[in-house]
């Protein structure tokens, strides 16, 4: 079975561009979430969807957002760019709502976004 | 929620036992305890997880605390690939949100 797949492997972007990361999750699951690695801030939560619907949100600004298709495939998108939004973004899916107590998050290898 | 201490680093001969500790003292009844790894360029890896009583899995065992302020997980013959850093995170409680709060984690370090 595949894993979690996030395309692309690495990305260069400008300060001012925005950019578009996706994430095809494991065969079957429903629920996708999103994390920004950074060595200074560590593994951060930025949202998690499940079934198409945004249930849960992190403390990042309105730059950052993302959506969830009926095939629960997800994409994140980041508008104007900023240098400081150079990091790892990192993409789990789970077989079920990710709230569950028991659920256990399978993560892809991230997209490695660099902005100069 | 509620907050777990790691030591920073932890080193290991290969083929020995590791014990990664971990503390939560203000864990509340409903939280689980999971484990998580990093290795070297690669997403967070699930390991085991647990509530109250301790578990195997083919990876590692999780021993808990009686009073559950802490755990261990136990890798039984480290080798060169456990290198990675390795997170303690509790799930649940009144704020459950389906998000994983990683902390910064211990980093194992294996000596061939």
């Known amino acids: 079975k595949a894993g979690v797949t996030q395309t692309p492997r690495y990305l260069i972007k400008t300060r001012g561009q925005q950019v578009t990361l996706s994430c095809s999750p494991i065969s079957g699951h429903r629920s996708v979430s999103w994390y920004q690695q950074t060595p200074g801030q560590g593994l951060q939560f930025l949202f998690e969807?499940?079934?198409?619907?945004?249930?849960n949100k992190g403390n990042f600004p309105g730059r950052f957002s993302g959506r969830q298709f009926s095939n629960s495939r997800s994409e994140m998108n980041v508008s104007t760019l900023e240098l400081g939004d150079s990091a790892l973004y990192l993409c789990a899916s789970s077989l079920r709502d990710a709230r569950g107590l028991n659920e256990k998050l399978f993560f892809g290898s991230g997209t490695q976004l660099s902005v100069l | 929620d509620a907050k777990t201490t790691q030591p920073n680093s932890m080193e290991s001969n290969e083929e020995e036992p590791v014990h990664l500790p971990c503390n939560h003292s203000t864990i509340s009844g409903t939280d689980y305890i999971h484990w998580y790894r990093q290795l070297p360029s690669q997403g967070p890896e699930y390991v085991i997880h647990g509530l109250t009583s301790n578990v195997n899995n083919r990876m590692a065992s999780l021993a808990i605390a009686e009073d559950r302020k802490s755990s261990t997980l136990i890798l039984h013959r480290a080798t060169l690939r456990d290198a990675a850093v390795y997170y303690c995170i509790l799930r649940g409680g009144s704020s459950n949100t389906g998000k994983l709060i990683f902390g910064q984690g211990t980093t194992l370090q294996v000596k061939p």
């Open positions: 969807y499940f079934s198409e619907t945004q249930r």
